[in-house]
């Protein structure tokens, strides 16, 4: 039985201290060095902290960002990644929601969070931790023992990271994950890949978004080898092929641009990705025809689509792709993976027949403990299962409509509002609206996502009409870049339906 995630990486250090666990950077680093590193990071965060807390960390991808990660950990608090290219505005309004705490950092981003205005927050250079290295080093056992009686105090449904997506009302919501969903979904996805020592993982994800976490844990709990593809590498998708042949790499969890790019260009032949072995994908829809490529230029090799919203720890449906899809065919989401309960429900809260559409809801040990500090959106989001009411049975609605076919396959359809998912990010509409409505020459605008070409428009009435240029320049002040619209449209007026409402299907025609 496990209490906290973090056991996994002690379990591994005892079993693989000298086996590489972090590659791809300018050195390699070994499972004893880096929980060296973790135990002295993590000495000196649980001085004055207490247990259950939250800990922002202000890190690039990179060896720090996961010592801080398992450091925090080990220290019996939780971790809080923030994106050090988001905007100013939006790290402030994530920072606000945390009176008190420290940061852990490193001595290159002391300006950036002086500019944050962090003074109430107590900031930790990852440095500090390097030059608190006592003289006699105490023995794997010594620390892990050490860190034990710390983590020992902490429960499954404690907190083991808050991580933080995009929010309707332009505010960010962090989800709060328990070390219980982390447990079970990384003991289930073990099982159903095979992963071992012996793989070489391929990092994609950004630390903020919620699929590095598999990366993470599976390297943590198997002793397999951990490679940070650097976030550069995917702005040119023949670099992506050199660096997993380069390293050697098995296994890899892309979302599906990075296949589909790949796909466009043609870069791979029955010869590539001789080391490659299993390509799990999630985030997105993949084209069939896309995925069809890969297929055949990578025969034998296997292929898993993943689904789930960040609020069920990652993933909660799984399809081991058993051919290969027609282009006008959808690729199944598939079934529920072990320990997730699906519920497909029409708008009265009644499960659905084959074949018809509902929205997919979700249950289970792997639900998030709900928003940080937003009671009424976790009311909202997290309600008691319609289908029974003897006792507390918490589902998650996801909003996305899907049905199942006659294999009791699961078909993702699209979107219930206007959350969508794009280049593997979910993203709320009406925050990208709300942004725009903030600037000085706008008067309203309605933000739209076309499907079939993966791209943001936004419809806008205003007094000047602006160039994408200026507009990607202004909103670049609120909003990442993933969540910049890719195109965009000046109106006289924008349709409204009867009741006042913007008309998005309207809107729709004009595209």
């Known amino acids: 039985m496990r209490n906290s995630a973090v056991t996994f990486l002690f379990e591994t250090v005892r079993k693989h201290p000298r086996k590489v666990f972090l590659s791809g950077n300018k050195d390699d680093l070994r499972f004893d060095?880096?929980?060296?590193k973790a135990f002295l990071l993590a000495e000196i965060l649980h001085k004055d902290s207490g247990i259950n807390r939250p800990i922002l960390t202000y890190l690039p991808k990179t060896a720090s960002a996961l010592v801080a990660f398992a450091a925090i950990l080990m220290s019996g608090n939780y971790y809080v990644p923030l994106d050090i290219k988001s905007p100013k505005k939006r790290l402030k309004q994530i920072i606000k929601q945390f009176d008190h705490y420290k940061i852990v950092s490193g001595k290159e981003f002391l300006n950036d969070l002086r500019e944050l205005s962090v003074s109430n927050h107590k900031v930790i250079c990852v440095e500090d931790s390097e030059l608190s290295e006592p003289y006699a080093r105490p023995s794997l056992d010594a620390m892990i023992e050490k860190t034990q009686l710390i983590t020992n105090q902490i429960i499954d449904l404690d907190p083991c990271y808050i991580m933080y997506t995009s929010g309707s009302t332009g505010i960010p919501k962090g989800v709060v994950i328990p070390h219980r969903g982390v447990i079970d979904y990384i003991e289930w996805a073990i099982s159903l890949l095979g992963v071992d020592e012996n793989e070489i993982i391929g990092n994609q994800a950004p630390f903020l978004f919620d699929n590095s976490t598999l990366d993470i844990y599976l390297s943590w709990a198997t002793g397999a080898k951990l490679c940070l593809i650097p976030e550069e590498t995917f702005l040119f998708p023949v670099d992506i092929i050199r660096f997993l042949e380069e390293h050697k790499v098995t296994f890899v969890f892309f979302v599906p641009s990075v296949l589909v790019n790949i796909s466009k260009l043609k870069l791979l032949s029955p010869g590539s990705l001789s080391s490659l072995s299993k390509i799990v994908f999630a985030g997105e829809p993949i084209p069939s025809k896309h995925l069809a490529y890969w297929q055949e230029n990578l025969p034998g090799r296997t292929f898993i689509n993943l689904y789930g919203p960040t609020e069920i720890t990652v993933d909660c449906t799984y399809f081991i792709v058993d051919r290969i899809y027609l282009p006008h065919e959808t690729l199944p989401i598939g079934l529920p993976r072990l320990n997730s309960g699906i519920l497909i429900l029409n708008e009265q809260g009644i499960p659905v027949s084959s074949g018809e559409k509902g929205e997919l809801c979700v249950r289970g040990s792997s639900l998030a403990l709900g928003y940080w500090k937003d009671n009424e959106k976790t009311r909202q989001a997290f309600i008691q299962?319609?289908?029974?009411?003897?006792?507390?049975?918490?589902?998650?609605?996801?909003?996305?409509?899907?049905?199942?076919?006659q294999k009791k396959e699961i078909i993702f359809v699209g979107r219930k509002d206007t959350q969508i998912k794009h280049r593997g990010y979910r993203i709320e509409l009406g925050e990208i609206e709300t942004a725009t409505k903030a600037l000085q020459d706008i008067d309203d605008c309605c933000a739209f996502y076309n499907e079939e070409n993966q791209e943001i428009y936004l419809f806008y009435e205003g007094k000047i009409e602006l160039s994408p240029t200026e507009f990607r320049t202004l909103l670049s002040e609120q909003l990442p870049e993933y969540m910049i619209p890719r195109k965009f449209m000046r109106v006289d007026f924008l349709p409204r339906t009867p009741n006042g409402k913007i008309d998005r299907a309207a809107l729709i025609k004009e595209l």
Do not use: A, E, M, S
């Not at 060095?33 to 060296?36: E, G, I, K, L």
């Not at 299962?385 to 076919?405: A, E, S």
């Open 385 to 405: 299962n319609p289908v029974q009411n003897n006792f507390r049975d918490l589902i998650y609605h996801t909003g996305d409509i899907c049905y199942k076919n």
């Open 33 to 36: 060095q880096f929980f060296f």
